[in-house]
């Protein structure tokens, strides 16, 4: 096996202060010391002219929302203290918020549990100007997803998976839906949909107001899984509509309702039922819907274009893969109703392409051996594109500008490391979310240009100097196969290369992720342990992304081989570097690093000492269709390599500690995996050691499994 390093040491802290301090981190100081933890502006939301912003911001009334003025930079409360009470005097629970297009409304709702930010509960409606609650929305039936209309007149809501409407002015009430119940779901997607395809709102508002499009998904055939709680005597079980690969989903369609007439028309998304809708959209024409078709094995994706008045349906775009089709949030139509904005992976990365509105291509946009990020804003009148690039390197991420017609590519952000960006409306603004490995986020405002207005929040790495921190790593290696890998490393502190250390692989590991990059870590227990003598190291492997799409494309049918490979090949490495004990090499990893975790230690047994698996995927077999099946077909198809990839299959190899973690709420790989991973150890009278937490869910184990796993890596490894 061949080797070859490309390092960059970065320093947490100065030279004088790493070897003036020795301060210990402890679980204490991660958990409790406010120094050590980040900070942003919370709640951040553009005005439509672009001059100004909001954000929630605590201060002596408890939590508020500010307006903070581009030009001035003066910042002023809008709303908080004694003015967030209801009409009965109760207070307000401020936890999320949206302004109503024209400025006038802030609409205050609560959050439930979900992927991403998702409104529910009570609503609240605020008049800014005579400051005082217009509207207050409630119901003993769950209400979600909470949108203004875009002519600010109505807000749109599903309540017992029903869309309503409501008069803003009148506050009069229109029921539009009438068929919702636990198994049909309108304007809200089941769990999977969620999980899976990152989607929240189940349905939108057209340019005009005039009618709402929505999904509408029957779970009625979906199988169910129940979560047991045992904090009551009879531990009743919670039931959870779950599709386990290769079974049945749930049934989707999509329907337009026309206010007016409270008439719902479906759309025409072809004779094949057993298909995901992942996205629609309108196009700036009202009465065009865009939809993204995408077939059950997501290896072919179709843009249809709908007309809502009758439903029917025309496909203007086709994406296929050998492997599998990515969908994305780029899909912009512009503002002169000829063009829209589309991004594909079809050359090998992730690009953006210009299309006239039947579907026939311009130009491609982005060009080259590295993938764009994100779309972020489009300034159609000088025809130019803003968006977030991996093109200086797979580690970092920066803004930049283009002409659509692929010339006058310009990098705005200047400094080393990732850069996540808010563009305004107005296109003049940009708010800049900065950090790199060493140095904790700032938040800056500059203009378009690049050219910097003020700091927002500068970060402070004061506390940092009474800790001794090692300096991090970034380097790359070649697999005995020829693929070069990058991958990062913090070594002990006082760094002796002559004497031995043990170390710790830290992996996720899972199709199109990330975890070398050149941003700040909230993963300070990583640095506790090389305090305590121990390497730290972490790689991407093959199957992550930010390296085009052949990249991801190696475990198609067979995870967890190229997998395992590679951090057998990263412990080859660390063995290479000779200050590494290989007797005593461990991994760690939660979900699909969990999963890598417990298969490299039954299948790599002899360079792996010990491993700690938290909430594992143990079979795929037990996991979610969309997610599985993406990447390796239908149990039915597939057979061999869902057999394969399961730690099941070498359980007698098992020579190493395995310390296995489990949420027993887990909703989302289910306690199922681990059981019966338990029961084959067990059968083959394997031991290892085990933690439940019966409350908890897929992770958020909190201190008692910091600690947990402190004790294990330290008496074990």
């Known amino acids: 096996m061949k080797f070859h390093i490309r390092t960059c040491l970065i320093f947490f802290i100065s030279i004088t202060a790493l070897f003036s301090q020795q301060k210990k981190l ?51 409360r809008t709303l908080g203290g004694n003015e967030l009470k209801d009409t009965y005097g109760e207070p307000i629970l401020l936890r999320n918020y949206e302004w109503s297009p024209d400025g006038r409304y802030m609409l205050i709702t609560g959050l439930i549990h979900a992927r991403t930010v998702k409104s529910g509960g009570t609503f609240y409606l605020y008049d800014i100007n005579k400051k005082e609650f217009k509207l207050i929305v409630d119901s003993e039936e769950e209400q979600v997803n909470i949108q203004f209309s875009p002519d600010g007149k109505k807000l749109g809501f599903v309540r ?7 008069d803003i002015e009148t506050g009069e009430e229109q029921k539009l839906t009438f068929d919702g119940s636990e198994t049909v779901l309108n304007g809200v997607f089941d769990w999977v949909y969620e999980e899976e395809f990152s989607i929240i709102k189940g349905w939108e508002w057209s340019p005009d107001s005039r009618s709402i499009a929505y999904w509408q998904l029957d779970q009625s055939r979906v199988p169910k899984v129940y979560i047991t709680s045992y904090d009551s005597l009879y531990f009743p079980p919670e039931e959870q509509y779950y599709p386990k690969a290769g079974g049945s989903n749930s049934i989707v369609r999509i329907g337009v309702i026309n206010i007016s007439s409270g008439e719902t028309t479906w759309m025409n998304t072809g004779e094949e039922k057993d298909i995901y809708i992942p996205r629609i959209k309108f196009t700036n024409d009202p009465s065009r819907l865009s939809i993204q078709r995408l077939n059950r094995l997501q290896n072919k994706l179709d843009l249809l274009i709908a007309d809502i008045t009758t439903g029917k349906t025309t496909t203007i775009l086709t994406e296929t893969d050998p492997c599998w089709v990515d969908v994305y949030d780029d899909l912009t139509f512009l503002d002169d109703g000829e063009r829209f904005i589309w991004s594909s992976e079809r050359d ?28 972020n804003s489009v300034e159609e009148e000088e025809g130019i594109i803003y968006y977030s690039s991996l093109e200086k390197s797979p580690l970092e991420k920066d803004l930049y500008s283009i002409n659509m017609d692929g010339s006058g590519r310009k990098r705005i952000t200047e400094k080393k490391g990732t850069h996540s960006v ?56 070649t ?4 693929i070069e890998l990058n991958a990062a490393m913090i070594k002990p502190s006082g760094f002796d290369p002559s004497k031995k250390y043990p170390a710790l692989i830290y992996n996720y590991s899972g ?26 190291f972490w790689l991407d492997n093959r199957g992550t992304g930010g390296r085009g799409k052949d990249f991801e494309n190696m475990v198609y049918k067979n995870l967890g081989n190229y997998e395992v490979m590679d951090m057998v090949a990263g412990a080859k490495y660390l063995i290479s570097t000779g200050f590494v004990d290989s007797s005593r090499i461990g991994i760690y990893g939660d979900s699909y690093g969990g999963y890598i975790a417990a298969l490299t230690l039954v299948k790599a047994a002899d360079y792996f000492k010990a491993a700690v698996s938290g909430a594992p995927v143990i079979h795929w077999k037990y996991y979610d269709t969309i997610y599985t099946e993406r990447f390796m077909q239908t149990p039915q ?11 099941l299959e070498y359980v007698k190899n098992l020579k190493g500690r395995l310390l296995l973690i489990h ?21 083959a009278n394997k031991q290892f050691d085990l933690m439940l937490y019966p409350k908890a869910m897929h992770g958020g184990f909190g201190r008692h499994y910091m600690q947990l796993i402190s004790d294990f890596i330290y008496k074990n490894l």
Do not use: C
């Not at 919370?42 to 408890?62: M, P, Q, R, V």
């Open 160 to 166: 017992a998976n029903n869309l309503f409407i409501t």
């Open 637 to 647: 198809l597939n057979p061999d390599g869902y057999k394969v990839s399961s730690p």
């Open 348 to 375: 090998g990365f992730l690009h953006f392409y210009l299309y006239d509105i039947e579907g026939n291509l311009i130009n491609q946009i982005t060009k080259g051996d590295w993938e764009i990020s994100k779309l």
């Open 479 to 482: 697999t005995s196969d020829g």
């Open 26 to 76: 402890t679980i204490n100081n991660i958990l409790g010391d406010p120094g050590l933890k980040s900070k942003s502006i919370i709640g951040l939301k553009w005005f439509n002219d672009g001059n100004k912003f909001s954000f929630l911001k605590y201060d002596e009334a408890g939590i508020s929302v500010y307006e903070h003025d581009i030009e001035t930079g003066e910042e002023k």
């Open 422 to 477: 808010e563009v305004s409306p107005n296109n003049k603004f940009f708010i800049d979310k900065y950090s790199n490995v060493n140095m904790m986020p700032s938040t800056v405002l500059f203009n378009i240009n690049g050219t910097e207005i003020r700091k927002l929040i500068e970060a402070d790495m004061s506390v940092f100097n009474e800790y001794d921190f090692s300096p991090v790593e970034f380097l790359s290696f």
């Open 511 to 536: 199709p199109g992720s990330q975890i070398v990059k050149d941003e700040w870590s909230t993963s300070l227990s990583l640095y506790k342990y090389t305090q305590n003598g121990y390497v730290i």
């Open 663 to 683: 949420g027993m709420a887990d909703d989302n790989v289910h306690v199922q995996n681990s059981v019966v991973f338990m029961n084959e150890l067990q059968k």
